[in-house]
């Protein structure tokens, strides 16, 4: 066992508040939101139920965490209706519409250019 493994596993929670677990090595009956929505479920108001702790690269802390919830309190995913159906029809259009040449891009347009590639680059564009 090494260091990292003491400092994560805290079944009773009186270290971090909350039983925390190393990674994988979380009780059956908890999931993550994640792993909750590939089986159709939601937390649905259910509280944190404990926390599985990782080593990190990009924290400086280099332990990042992510919540766990009750598999048995989880609730089913509320169903799409239609009007969320054409609002996010809507969103995605207006993420492939180019606002220079008003023109559906086919993609979704990049936030570094702000605009299709076509207009982004129209020298390159007419070389080809």
């Given at each position: 066992?090494?260091?990292?493994?003491?400092?994560?596993?805290?079944?009773?929670?009186?270290?971090?508040?909350?039983?925390?677990?190393?990674?994988?090595?979380?009780?059956?009956?908890?999931?993550?939101?994640?792993?909750?929505?590939a089986r159709g479920l939601r937390?649905?108001?259910?509280?944190?139920?404990?926390?599985?702790?990782?080593?990190?690269?990009?924290?400086?802390?280099?332990?990042?965490?992510?919540?766990?919830?009750?598999?048995?309190?989880?609730?089913?995913v509320r169903p799409m209706t239609?009007?969320?159906?054409?609002?996010?029809?809507?969103?995605?259009?207006?993420?492939?519409?180019?606002?220079?040449?008003?023109?559906?891009?086919?993609?979704?347009?990049?936030?570094?250019?702000?605009?299709?590639?076509?207009?982004?680059?129209?020298?390159?564009?007419?070389a080809a």
């Open positions: 066992m090494s260091a990292a493994f003491g400092d994560c596993y805290d079944p009773t929670g009186a270290r971090y508040g909350i039983p925390t677990y190393p990674w994988r090595l979380a009780p059956d009956g908890l999931a993550t939101r994640r792993q909750l929505r937390p649905g108001g259910q509280p944190i139920a404990a926390q599985v702790m990782f080593a990190s690269r990009r924290r400086k802390s280099g332990a990042q965490v992510a919540y766990l919830y009750r598999i048995d309190a989880a609730r089913p239609s009007r969320k159906w054409g609002a996010l029809a809507l969103a995605m259009l207006a993420r492939r519409t180019c606002p220079t040449c008003r023109q559906d891009a086919g993609y979704c347009i990049p936030a570094s250019l702000g605009e299709c590639v076509t207009c982004a680059y129209p020298e390159e564009q007419r």
